[in-house]
T-cell receptor, first 115, second 117 residues
Framework: GAVVSQHPSWVICKSGTSVKIECRSL??????MFWYRQFPKQSLMLMAT?????????EQGVEKDKFLINHASLTLSTLTVTSAHPEDSSFYIC???????????FGPGTRLTVT | AQKITQTQPGMFVQEKEAVTLDCTYD???????LFWYKQPSSGEMIFLIY??????QNATEGRYSLNFQKARKSANLVISASQLGDSAMYFC??????????????FGKGTLLTVNP
């Protein structure tokens, strides 16, 4: 089946630094990728939708200058958390939509801890 | 209004018994899809089962079946013969429409299932 990878799987960073999370579709092309955020014992909250070669569409309340999304190729999207603060600590999950089938596949997630 | 409602924050079931996890949805789009995902403590989202709005029969995948009642807008997940490894968070999700940029999943709040030995 289709595989989506995320890197890193977990990261600890200091407050004020930036962290980049990569999401890759390994065996299919993804014109659209989604970034979710999940707090402990809560549901997935859609942060933004990224389309290859164009600007991401952010959900209401998500700071686009803080959460930079780049979808430069059909297999890679990145989420950069800029000037991270402890409240940005969360589980970030990406999913990629297969361009040919429209099926959506999830990455394994990245656990971010900001100290 | 919430598009996906899961009213059971937590459920307990005895090993080898069946359990039903509730999900109701709200949409005016005649074309939609309903999904169930399992999320163990590791965090990965595991796809379990899918039901399309035009599917005539209830979906089944091994021990998982989806009790689809379209008129009541419910899509309950039934897990038969529960196993200890079924202990996890379960999310119901909906995708509306047939395609296009708004073809995204909306998740319910989830149900934490605990299987007791």
């Amino acid at each position: 089946g289709a595989v989506v990878s995320q890197h890193p799987s977990w990261v600890i960073c200091k407050s004020g630094t930036s962290v980049k999370i990569e999401c890759r579709s390994l065996d299919f092309q993804a014109t659209t990728m989604f970034w979710y955020r999940q707090f402990p014992k809560q549901s997935l909250m859609l942060m933004a939708t990224s389309n290859e070669g164009s600007k991401a569409t952010y959900e209401q309340g998500v700071e686009k200058d803080k959460f930079l999304i780049n979808h430069a190729s059909l297999t890679l999207s990145t989420l950069t958390v800029t000037s991270a603060h402890p409240e940005d600590s969360s589980f970030y999950i990406c999913s990629a939509r297969d361009a040919s089938t429209y099926e959506q596949y999830f990455g394994p997630g990245t656990r971010l801890t900001v100290t | 209004a919430q598009k996906i409602t899961q009213t059971q924050p937590g459920m307990f079931v005895q090993e080898k018994e069946a359990v039903t996890l509730d999900c109701t949805y709200d949409t005016s789009d005649p074309s939609y899809g309903l999904f169930w995902y399992k999320q163990p403590s590791s965090g990965e989202m595991i796809f379990l089962i899918y039901q399309g709005s035009y599917d005539q029969q209830n979906a089944t995948e091994g021990r998982y079946s989806l009790n689809f009642q379209k008129a009541r807008k419910s899509a309950n997940l039934v897990i038969s013969a529960s196993q200890l490894g079924d202990s996890a968070m379960y999310f119901c999700a909906m995708r509306e429409g047939r395609g296009g940029s708004n073809y995204q999943l909306t998740f319910g709040k989830g149900t934490l299932l605990t299987v007791n030995p």
